[in-house]
């Protein structure tokens, strides 16, 4: 069988768009077995892609946002295929699986569908199935979520299980692995359980804290999906995984704030806070949206826990209990070692039409006595714990506003506080446009009444130093839109002019360790 071939490098056009996919012929005896993963830009994805490099298999990455693999250092492998996919499209998707001897389906539209995510989920699965078999892709793996069946179910793991049977229904072999939560450093169940117990001393919950939970650590599961490839006994069959105990969530926030290094945790668990309730608290606690957090807030009353335990037998391993899988997150947390966020799944949206109606603009410039390079270091260090340069005060006022307006806030912070990455969260901006030493643009995610850019653009210099320029784009929407730009204008000043400022001194630092550099 002849294998259509997708190109191994997608590099960003310059500004925010993407260079045109490459397409040719590759002969399947030039490549070991072929691998599809259908969402390698999500938390799991992101994670699954090196370990079956590590493992031999070649990788075929479909995604909707190939700049988001940008940077990745296992994308580079030559194993490695990336194809811009449309995974409603089942023809073009047969196309894409050709030449692949199985194919992994992690892909999940909480984030991207809103309250219609379930059924968008069957839908992308049906498609999923129809071109799998048309490909003639021997089985599929699908992640999916613990839980008991029936009518009591969560829209959540309901959608889990509808998406299972969508998968088996053209006959292709489906092997299912079901996992409860999963702890790893930035997956969304542990950053929920990491910030409420960190920032909540005495924390006033809804009943479910006592619902009894099979958490699983992240290693654990990477090393089911992996091996599942080469132990035949698992086709078509659907597994339950958990790790070494099973704990209610009340006794998991225990443990957490023990390995953290905290005070006891005050629970006192009350009976009229409803799972709407619980996931506008998430929302205001934690990184995550309310959009995000209320299915899951809402699967939390389902007990999920292993009633089989095959799988252990078919693929011995270490299982983790839960305090060593919050031990090793943690660890990854502290070293600044996060390979994936929950963040960095979902589409990236379409770019305004910067050139149409009404466009504010406010540029700046300044000249930095250091190379682009160390300019580009430090604008890749803006945010998170590191802040802003300028006005940190009134970034922690906006992004606490935007909360409670329903938005992201400054809570999602970064993955690593040095690097970034194309399609990557920094608080409540977006990587949208990413090229090293030259360009840095951030779209807006948090709640406003029109669309607005960050973007910095580095010109280097003969003579070593460099100009950077920072241009910050708004397109309002209505009137609200005018009066939000004129409202927040007069802060400008001390924002941008201060944010400048500080890169410069940080580019000077990084270029020569020099503390201060033409100031």
């Known amino acids: 069988m002849w294998a259509f071939k997708c190109t191994r490098r997608i590099k960003p056009e310059q500004g925010l768009g993407l260079a045109t996919l490459k397409q040719g012929i590759e002969s399947p005896e030039s490549v070991t077995q072929r691998i599809a993963i259908a969402g390698a830009t999500g938390y799991i994805g992101g994670r699954l892609a090196p370990q079956l490099l590590e493992h031999g298999y070649a990788v075929r990455c479909l995604v909707r946002s190939p700049g988001k693999l940008e940077g990745r250092e296992w994308a580079a492998d030559p194993r490695v295929e990336i194809c811009k996919s449309d995974l409603a499209d089942s023809s073009s998707l047969t196309r894409d699986l050709l030449g692949c001897e199985a194919a992994f389906y992690l892909v999940h539209s909480m984030m991207s569908a809103g309250g219609e995510y379930a059924q968008f989920d069957q839908q992308l699965a049906i498609a999923f199935a129809s071109a ?26 309901s959608s889990r299980r509808n998406v299972e049977a969508a998968l088996a229904s053209t006959g292709v ?15 969304a169940s542990f950053e929920i359980l990491r910030y409420l117990v960190h ?46 105990e099973t704990l209610r969530y009340s006794d998991i926030m225990r443990v957490m704030a023990e390995e953290s290094g905290l005070p006891r945790r005050w629970i006192l668990p009350v009976p009229v806070l409803t799972p709407r309730l619980s996931s506008y608290w998430i929302h205001l606690v934690t990184p995550l949206s309310n959009r995000i957090a209320r299915p899951l807030a809402e699967g939390l009353k389902n007990p999920v826990i292993c009633r089989e335990d095959r799988l252990t037998r078919l693929i011995p391993q270490h299982l983790l209990n839960v305090r060593e899988a919050i031990r090793a997150a943690l660890s990854r947390v ?12 979902g589409p990236i949206p379409g770019d305004p039409d910067w050139a149409g109606g009404t466009l504010f603009r ?39 506003l935007d909360r409670l307006a329903g938005g992201p806030g400054l809570r999602r912070g970064r ?26 643009s951030l779209r807006a ?62 580019a000077c630092k990084i270029a020569s360790g020099s503390p201060t550099c033409g100031v």
């Open 132 to 157: 799998a078999k048309a490909a003639g892709v021997a089985r599929i793996i699908y992640l999916g979520g613990l839980g008991e069946t029936g009518a009591d179910l969560s829209e959540h793991l």
């Open 334 to 345: 502290a070293a600044h070692h996060v390979e994936t966020n929950w963040s960095m799944a």
């Open 362 to 400: 406010d540029s700046r410039a300044i000249e930095i006595e250091a190379p682009d390079w160390a300019a580009f270091r430090a604008v890749c260090r803006l945010g998170g714990s590191n802040g802003w340069y300028a006005a940190n005060w009134l970034w922690i006022v906006r992004g606490w």
């Open 445 to 506: 995610e948090m709640r406003l009444p029109g669309e607005a850019l960050l973007e910095f653009r580095i010109e280097s210099r003969s003579t070593g130093t460099c100009t950077l320029r920072q241009t910050a784009l708004f397109q309002p929407r209505g009137l609200f839109g005018l009066l939000y730009w004129y409202a927040v204008l007069p802060f400008h000043h001390v924002v941008f002019k201060g944010m400048l400022a500080g890169l410069r001194r940080d």
């Open 173 to 187: 072999p489906v092997t299912v692995l079901r996992a409860a939560m999963i702890i790893g450093s930035g997956s």
């Open 415 to 440: 993955r690593d506080p040095d690097t970034l990455a194309y399609g990557e969260a920094l608080d409540f901006w977006r990587v949208t446009g990413f090229q090293p030493n030259r360009l840095l």
């Open 199 to 244: 920032r909540l001393p005495v924390m006033i919950t809804p009943k479910w804290v006592s619902t009894p939970c099979q958490p699983i650590a992240v290693r654990n599961v990477l090393a089911y999906l992996v091996r599942v490839l080469s132990v035949p006994e698992t086709t078509g069959e659907v597994f339950d995984i958990g790790g070494a």
